[in-house]
């Protein structure tokens, strides 16, 4: 009986009735077989000792932090059949289906705790992967609003944040490719401009900028300790890339592209949301007046062309 409270106690949630019925299960167990004329009263002290043991051992082994929760229910369970083959040599109780209890039922329910533990973890580790596929785009292979949201979230719960800089940005004239060339064609666009954008995000401020994909040829970009300057002369040097390299399609076709793009600032305790309508009504303020060029909290007019 022991073993269920055992096996509860190592697993992830852990409530403080086990705690109570590891306890009191031997005492229990103990008084009816007394009741039955199987165990002798004069024995009792032995009862509150072993209970005492057990669950004091079972202490130890879930506060022991440098092993698993697994490898500590398995020394639970051999030291529960120890206290059990020495509680039955102490009151003269061997017999083969105690030991058989003691030694290989034990073990039985050992493996199939293992076999249980085995196939959480892995529908685990399925959970954790369609999550992760869940916040990439299928296209381009970047984090969609989803990671978006969730990363916002982590960024302004974290001491060592002191900035957050978002950009929203848009290819000029998508719609015209796609209507001229085709959707495979915008496709190929789509994803060229998602490579070099990953590249460079990544490449000048690994580990704090990140790149999303909100559909069609919108996308956003998040970096933290960086000052908004930094992210806007990136920017300036990712726009002068694709005015002087071409995309050359599989079919062999060269297409210049350009892009729209604001940056803000995420103000302190501002909601994603507020942020993103900011960066959204400025990049309109872009579209509205010639397109291909960066808008910023301090960049309001249109850089002039040498």
Known sequence: MQVVSVTMLFRDKVYKIWWVLLALTPLFVNVVEYSMGILPLKDWWYWIVESIVFTTICLVLTRWRSISKRISYFYAIAMLGIVELISLGITHSFSPVSIAAATLGLFV??????????????????????????????????????????????????????????????????????????????????????????????????????????????????????????????LQSIEKFFNNKSIVTKEGMKLTISFSCSLTDRLNDELLDTTLKRADKMLYSVKNNGRGWIVTDQHHQRPKKA
């Open 109 to 234: 329910i050992a493996m199939f705790e293992e076999q249980r533990f085995y196939s959480e973890k892995k529908n685990e580790q399925k959970i954790k992967l369609l999550e992760k596929e869940s916040e990439r785009d299928d296209l381009t292979g970047l984090l969609n609003y989803r990671a978006l949201s969730q990363e916002i979230n982590r960024l302004a719960n974290n001491s060592e944040i002191h900035n957050i800089v978002i950009g929203a940005l848009d290819i000029d004239h998508f719609k015209k490719i796609n209507d001229t060339y085709g959707h495979f064609v915008g496709n190929e666009v789509l994803n060229y401009f998602s490579t070099v954008f990953r590249e460079q995000i990544h490449s000048a401020f690994p580990k704090h900028g990140y790149v999303y994909r909100f559909g069609g040829e919108e996308f956003t970009i998040v970096v933290s300790n960086h000052s908004l300057e930094e992210v806007y002369q990136l």
